[in-house]
């Protein structure tokens, strides 16, 4: 079992990309290599959630297996750790709570914390959101069509008024001094829901998923008709 633990290392530079990774696939292995090669990541930690506060998936498996299928897909890449922070901790999977406990862990990492345009657009509907922006810099993977934001204007009105635009480094300022940037290679153009779909269906899912992932889901029968 993956497990994020205290340790002595030097201070790291660390990603996040969490969610419910219901299956993990291709397109969150994409997002997260650009944010590694990106930011100079030291590590990024992939965070499944065990009980996904602002969604409800009707038969969404077990947390032990949506993290195993999280370890079959990064297994032999470099700097990618699956961590089961959430699963260890009971209630809700609160991404305020999962940050302030990975600074308790790591005090001297500096957090890069990935989440998508549609997630950005929510952000003010989260569990203490206003706690969030002093625990990471924010990495906004953006969908295809979507244009990255130049100025406050285009982000939502709920927090524009936190940040300033830096025309130089071309990235958001928040006034804890974090930082919001978009990613500019990456795009989110693969669904779970699809590949769910697919897979009841009997349709082919191979092209959006690891090889591993496929076999994992395969062995345990998961997302089978009339299984979610």
């Known amino acids: 079992m993956a497990k994020c633990a205290p340790d002595e290392t030097d201070t790291m530079k660390t990603g996040i990309i969490g ?5 993990i696939h291709l397109g969150h292995l994409a997002i997260a290599r650009e944010m590694q090669q990106r ?7 992939f ?3 065990a009980t996904p506060p602002h969604k409800q998936v009707e038969g969404l498996p077990p947390f032990a297996q949506r993290l195993a299928m999280v370890e079959c897909a990064i297994a032999g890449t470099d700097g990618f750790e699956a961590c089961d922070i959430e699963g260890r901790r009971q209630g809700k999977s609160y991404s305020r709570d999962t940050l302030q406990q990975l600074h308790a862990l790591y005090p001297e990492d500096s957090f890069y914390f990935l989440i998508g345009m549609d997630s ?5 509907t989260w569990y203490h959101f206003e706690d969030i922006f002093p625990l990471c810099d924010l990495v906004v993977a953006r969908r295809p069509g979507v244009a990255k934001p130049a100025s406050t204007d285009a982000l939502p009105v709920a927090i524009r008024g936190q940040f300033c635009y830096d025309s130089v480094l071309k990235t958001f300022c928040h006034t ?16 779970s829901t699809q590949i769910r779909h697919n897979l009841a269906d009997n349709r082919p899912v191979e092209e959006a998923l690891p090889q591993a992932v496929y076999e994992y889901i395969k062995t345990h029968h998961l997302y089978a008709s009339g299984k979610g």
Do not use: C, Q
């Not at 930011?39 to 930690?45: G, P, S, Y």
């Not at 950005?120 to 003010?124: A, E, G, Q, R, T």
């Open 19 to 23: 969610g419910t990774f219901n299956p």
């Open 39 to 45: 930011f100079a990541l030291d590590r990024v930690l």
């Open 47 to 49: 965070i499944p959630a």
């Open 120 to 124: 950005l657009h929510s952000l003010h």
């Open 176 to 191: 804890s001094g974090s930082h919001l940037y978009f990613l500019t290679e990456s795009f989110i153009n693969i669904s």
